[in-house]
């Protein structure tokens, strides 16, 4: 039975291989990018009532029985994304008496109006005039030029927020607002009214804290934006500009669709048109994004070939799939030329580092991450490539470069160094929580682990930095924190592997508590979940319906612990092969992962292929070792 399930896995993982190597599954998002995209196009002047029509039909079939949209499947209504999906509507043409707007907007109104929506929603309305712009924060656009001594300069925050925020220093600065039909309106979605708003930032209940000072400072740069000269103004935009049309090549800006957007949107306001090569660049790939269906059309956030390909690798090799497998082979060959061979924002804290990472889309090229960097390279390491000069030198400067983008803290952040100025997350434009990328313990497990698998151990000096961060980070119950994947289950598999690769001593106190905090998790029917609410509420880690993916990753861990002949491994390996479909996949009835954790979930439509294949592959083999 075990042997057939895994048969069956693989030939169905192999069917979704694409020709030219590289395997990509769908990447879902939440409503708010489909509803984003609606109002894109039409600050564009480029509708598109076809699309429009099936881009409503997908919003009403999110829409939930109190009227509002979520972000995640099961979770509680969002202000937000309902906020955004109502001026979708009025921009497509919905009347507000349509029964679906009037559900939404009695739910907005419940929670307080337009005003309690987040900043990235204010100013997308202040850009059709429908939000006041002074009840967004300030962002100079001078920010671009304060230098690196500087607190707050933007090699300090994350690189999909400065992909984002540098367009939005122009759009902030020029204000523009694209005039709209008066029934297209959202006035009715203020409370009491709109000239009766309040559009303050809410204030913490204590008086000195960091966000009243930041509140009070963003009222003070309101006034100085109005009333004061500002002589490096037109120099900051031009720069702003040029920092754009540098980094907007093929893959988009930072190959994400908020980045994207903005990007095309400022070029726009700037007078480029269409088809010129920067601009016409923007808009195709923003349309590469697009899941167009019969009648229905959604937006993903972006694409993720360049992790798919690894993962699927790993759990082919990991379930005896032969090494030298023609898929492999060409999916060896894909992956090396994904290889960023130039310099890009990391420099800045690394200059002396040479190129040497992977993206995470099919181009990226000045953003490489460090999680793809070390699953490609553990996906090359497993693969019988042939021993040429040129594999050689790729893997070598990948190693050094990943190695290279290890913090002072001992773990890794995803696509910068030490970006970990906290303190940030308070500011007004923050209210998303996620300005920074700070080491997590998911990419210092993937660390470890790819040191292992390249016969390091942990006496090696970064290993025993990473080591000592995760041992520092651990958390109370016993697992690690999932900064990229749902949630502490995700986090204690990573961590777990790394230790096993690195030879750690698997008997160790902290690896047995971990091992019994897994153990605890698991449900009934023998799987393992945990919901997408555990980044609000930790104490629900590890809770949650049986997923195949999540599963998966308990399995994975307890089987780096070295646990092939506990009961709840054998449990949990049946609950994969009853739960597998005829034709060798499985599917993950929620989702799985997240952007921004709080904020922005996703769901990668492989993890339920690879990852359970990935389990059943090292337990097959681990009873094979142990028999």
Same mark, same amino acid.
């Given at each position: 039975m075990l042997n057939d399930s895994i048969g069956r896995a693989q030939e169905y993982l192999l069917s979704l291989q694409h020709p030219e190597g590289y395997w990509l599954g769908e990447l879902e998002a939440d409503s708010t990018l489909t509803s984003e995209y609606i109002m894109h196009r039409h600050f564009l002047r480029r509708v598109d009532r076809d699309r429009e029509r099936k881009a409503a039909n997908y919003l009403k079939a999110k829409q939930l029985p109190d009227g509002g949209w979520d972000l995640f499947p099961g979770g509680a209504s969002d202000i937000s994304a309902t906020v955004k999906a109502y001026f979708a509507f009025k921009l497509m043409g919905y009347s507000p008496d349509d029964a679906c707007m009037r559900r939404a907007r009695e739910n907005i109104v419940a929670k307080g109006g337009v005003t309690k929506a987040n900043v990235f929603t204010k100013i997308a309305l202040a850009l059709f005039g429908q939000y006041d712009w002074r009840g967004v924060p300030s962002m100079p656009v001078e920010i671009i030029l304060f230098p690196r001594w500087f607190y707050f300069n933007l090699t300090e925050v994350s690189y999909w927020s400065r992909t984002v925020i540098v367009p939005l220093l122009i759009l902030m600065d020029l204000k523009p607002v694209c005039s709209i039909p008066a029934a297209?309106?959202?006035?009715?979605?203020?409370?009491? %009214? #709109? @000239?009766?708003?309040? *559009?303050?930032?809410?204030?913490?209940?204590?008086? /000195?804290?960091?966000?009243?000072? /930041?509140? =009070? *400072?963003?009222?003070?740069?309101?006034?100085?934006?109005?009333?004061?000269?500002?002589?490096? &103004?037109?120099?900051? #935009?031009?720069?702003? *500009?040029?920092?754009?049309?540098? #980094?907007?090549?093929?893959?988009?800006?930072?190959?994400?669709?908020?980045?994207?957007?903005? @990007?095309?949107?400022?070029?726009? =306001?700037?007078?480029?048109?269409?088809?010129?090569?920067?601009?016409?660049?923007?808009?195709?790939?923003?349309? *590469?994004?697009?899941?167009?269906? @019969?009648? &229905?059309?959604?937006?993903?956030?972006?694409? %993720?070939?360049?992790?798919d390909t690894p993962l699927a690798v790993n759990a082919l090799v990991e379930s005896a799939l032969p090494r030298d497998h023609p898929a492999l082979l060409r999916a060896a060959t894909w992956l090396l030329q994904q290889q960023i061979l130039r310099r890009g924002d990391w420099q800045v804290k690394r200059p002396e580092l040479p190129a040497g990472g992977w993206p995470f889309q099919f181009r990226n090229d000045f953003y490489p991450d460090t999680d793809d960097s070390a699953m490609v390279l553990m996906a090359l390491k497993k693969i019988a490539l042939p021993d040429r000069a040129d594999i050689r030198q790729a893997i070598e400067i990948g190693l050094e470069w990943f190695l290279g983008m290890q913090s002072k803290s001992g773990g890794w952040g995803s696509f910068d160094v030490d970006n970990t100025r906290l303190l940030l997350n308070n500011i007004p434009f923050a209210d998303h929580g996620a300005l920074l990328d700070p080491p997590t313990e998911d990419l210092a497990g993937r660390g470890l682990e790819m040191l292992g698998t390249y016969g390091e151990t942990r006496v090696h000096p970064r290993a025993a930095r990473a080591l000592g961060f995760v041992k520092r980070t651990q958390d109370p119950r016993g697992g690690w924190y999932g900064r990229w994947g749902a949630n502490y289950i995700y986090g204690t598999w990573s961590v777990l592997r790394g230790l096993q690769a690195i030879g750690e001593d698997l008997n160790a106190p902290y690896v047995r508590w971990a091992v019994r905090w897994l153990e605890s998790c698991q449900n009934a029917d023998g799987g393992w979940g945990e919901t997408l609410l555990s980044y609000a509420d930790p104490t629900l880690a590890g809770k949650g319906e049986s997923l195949p993916s999540q599963t998966a990753w308990a399995l994975l861990g307890l089987l780096a612990a070295g646990e092939a002949e506990n009961p709840a491994v054998a449990r949990g390996i049946r609950f994969l092969i009853e739960t597998q479909r005829s034709d060798g996949s499985w599917d993950d009835p929620f989702w799985n992962a997240t952007g921004f954790p709080r904020v922005f979930f996703l769901k990668y439509h492989l993890y339920p292929v690879y990852f359970p294949l990935w389990a059943l592959g090292v337990y097959r083999s681990a009873l094979q070792r142990d028999g």
């Open positions: 297209a309106s959202i006035d009715e979605l203020y409370v009491p %009214s #709109r @000239a009766a708003a309040d *559009l303050r930032f809410p204030r913490s209940e204590r008086l /000195f804290t960091w966000k009243n000072f /930041f509140i =009070t *400072l963003d009222r003070l740069l309101h006034g100085l934006e109005r009333w004061t000269p500002r002589p490096f &103004r037109a120099r900051a #935009r031009q720069q702003a *500009l040029a920092w754009i049309l540098t #980094r907007m090549g093929p893959g988009g800006l930072g190959g994400i669709y908020p980045a994207m957007a903005n @990007a095309v949107m400022a070029l726009h =306001t700037l007078g480029y048109s269409e088809d010129h090569p920067k601009m016409a660049e923007g808009l195709k790939e923003i349309e *590469l994004l697009g899941i167009e269906e @019969a009648d &229905r059309f959604h937006l993903q956030p972006c694409l %993720s070939p360049v992790w």
